[in-house]
């Protein structure tokens, strides 16, 4: 089953283009699994409604400057998220045949950083950190363990089904 999707890239940092993936291709597919592993696609296909992801692919000035505005943390962060709707998600797409899932910011820095520091595959690492943030638009997150359990469990799932490596093990 397929969720009709809208996707946007902002690339600010031309070394993500170094890398010559597919981001539109990567960020439709790792919305999709997430939404199947997340018990969503099946109704938002019901109701007919359509979904919209973002993803910039930044630097760690950019990031951090977002870290310092939205989070409180003057640092760089590999990842940052969005989400866009205030409401529940299948609400919303009930009520309007739409759901904007929010926005996710990569930093190029960070995610080469921790590749070398990790001995991590870069494209396999991206696909990761946007498989995380595309859960907590979703709505998951990990500040108690029982809901890191639970994000993680569900992301292993997508990392599976995509051929890669469970990095929580």
């Known amino acids: ?7 946007n890239i902002t690339i600010d940092d ?16 790792i919305t999709q699994h997430c939404l199947s592993v997340a018990n969503l696609a099946i109704e938002l296909e019901k109701i007919d409604a359509s ?5 910039c692919l930044t630097d760690n000035n950019r990031i ?7 989070r409180g943390k003057d640092s760089p962060t590999d990842t ?3 989400p866009c709707f205030e409401t529940e998600l299948l609400s919303e797409a009930k009520l ?4 904007a899932l929010g926005d996710i910011v990569l930093s190029y820095d960070r995610s080469v950083e921790d590749c070398e520091h990790c001995c991590f595959d870069l494209t396999k690492h991206i696909k990761h950190l946007i498989i995380h943030s595309t859960m907590h638009l979703l709505g998951y997150d990990h500040q108690i363990d029982k809901e890191a ?10 990392l599976e089904r995509l051929g890669i490596d469970n990095p929580y093990k």
């Open 51 to 55: 979904v919209e992801a973002s993803l």
């Open 96 to 99: 309007i045949g739409f759901v």
């Open 64 to 70: 951090r400057e977002l870290n310092r505005q939205f």
């Open 14 to 29: 031309d070394r993500w283009n170094d890398l010559e993936l597919d981001y539109y291709a990567i960020l439709e597919s």
């Open 1 to 7: 089953m397929t969720v009709k999707l809208s996707v």
């Open 149 to 158: 359990e639970e994000m993680e469990s569900l992301e292993a799932i997508v």
């Open 80 to 82: 940052l998220s969005f």
